[in-house]
């Protein structure tokens, strides 16, 4: 009797996978499973075995890709995390755009779904705990319209969690994200030479690597994982200790004034500075990564001192 031939490897789509995360995900996903893109972004430095589709995850072109391909995967990587000096929020985008792909995985069999959240969701506040558990209420500034989006989008992905217990759905929420290749809104702050820092306030932070990330991206896509899980790296510090580390000068500011000014700075480009993220210079906002490390098995692979200097 013939050998059984085995079964190739289902298709896993990424979506924004033209940006740095993406692309990065793909180099380490394709030599493993056949990798469909989705990003209306050009794809440079593509592998030659990975199809890519420069479309709107929210036009009927998105959906042919999951009604003409047997897909294992999905991994949602393509949320707008800038933050715009209009003030206008990326809530189509990022809430319909997501609603629209889960709908797809639904009616098409998808087996593993994986979903980029965000520890910012939790929001920095007084009344924090030390570290907060993933079955935090998810407490984020809702006077800023990219948080309420956030945690609007992070709970339509709860629900279809519940929704659709024969899908493996996996909701990760990284604290802040860095890297040499990172663009986001914690990078760009502690990329300033000289950062704003509200006097009197020094909150501890966590910080995670860029390639931690995609560890525990890789180990959501196994078999049997679901859940939400806080993603966090080796340890935290003091903000004061990490702007020491990378060598900047922080400019002090009262706290009554740093509003007022930083958001005038913000709307004239005279700054880079969210003035949204302000709480997060005056509270601390930490999370517990127990439940990663047990049902996931992630460790960070890189120090503390690493990954602060992954910024650099």
Known sequence: MAPKRSESPAPV???GIAGNLGRALTRRLHVR????????????????????HRIDVRRRKAEDIFRANRVGALVHLGLVHRPSRSGRAHRDQNVVGTMKLLEYC??????????????????AQPTNPNFLTEDAPLGGDLGSPEMRALIEWD???????????????????????VGRSVRNAPSNYLRLTHPPTLLGFDPMIQLLHEEDLLQAIGLALEPGRRGVFNVVGPGELPLSRVLRELGRTPVPI???????????????GLSDFYPGDLPHLRYACMVDGRRAREELGFRPEHTLRETIRAIL
């Open 33 to 52: 499973f056949p990798i469909i893109g989705i990003d209306r972004r050009p794809f440079e430095g593509k592998p030659k075995d990975v199809e890519h």
């Open 254 to 268: 009262p706290h009554f004034l740093a509003a007022p000014v930083l958001r005038q700075m913000w709307r004239l």
């Open 155 to 177: 709970m339509h992905a709860q629900s279809f969690f519940w929704k659709h217990p024969r899908i493996e759905t996996v909701i990760l929420r990284p604290v802040h994200v």
């Open 106 to 123: 639904a009616r098409y069999g998808v087996r593993k779904v994986v979903l980029l959240s965000s520890a910012y969701a939790y929001g």
């Open 13 to 15: 789509v990424i979506t």
